[in-house]
């Protein structure tokens, strides 16, 4: 990456990208080629944004995110720390679009919690939360809300399972009660209750 002039500490911005004047990036980011940071944005530390990705005004992007090539986050979306963004997915942000009906003041929020994995290819419908450490599948329709951990795939997206925050199936129910698993790699503990996956502190 070569650097360009560089008013940010610490950040690694290749010549081809556009930071606007007041993007706030963190320390230890990186901006590869061809990508455009508006002034409002947020961005935390040691987030990868990769080539071609579009960050607009009213977003905020957490610590260790990582962004694939062809993403763009538009005005509403925010990502807490630790969000992967697949090559290609799609966000939005007008929930029923015309051309020819002005609605920048109707647009929903999207909330992407930490850990999420957002596949390659797919498309969140905007007001929608995604649940901490959730993962879609590649190519899949998020249009409602995604529970914690919540394995979903499919158009629209359906849940098959349950995944672990090291990105392995958690082998609980979708349809029973109560359960326990322990990751092998991590050592750590996964509870089901009421139809929930929560990790033991
Ligand atoms: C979801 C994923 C992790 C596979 O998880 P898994 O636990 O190994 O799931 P399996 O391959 O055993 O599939 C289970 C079922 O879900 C289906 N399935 C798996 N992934 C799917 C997807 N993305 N969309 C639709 N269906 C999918 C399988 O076909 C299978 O269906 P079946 O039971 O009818 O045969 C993987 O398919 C995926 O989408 N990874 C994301 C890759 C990606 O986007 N990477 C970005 C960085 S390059």
Redesign the pocket.
Known sequence: MSPSINQYHDVDIHSSAIIDDGAQIGVRSRIWHFSHISGGARVGCNVSIGQNVFIGNRVTIGNNCKI?NNVSIYDGVILEDGVFC??SMVFTNVYNPRSLVERKSEYRNTIVKMGATL??NCTIVCGVVVEKFA?I????LVNEDVKPYA?M??VPAKQ??WMSEFGE?IPLSMTGDEGRYKCPHTMQIYRLIGGQVVREE
Not at 137 to 140: H, I, K, P, V
């Open positions: 694939q697949g090559p596949g390659a993962f599948g590649a190519g899949t394995l795939v499919g098959i399972g199936r």
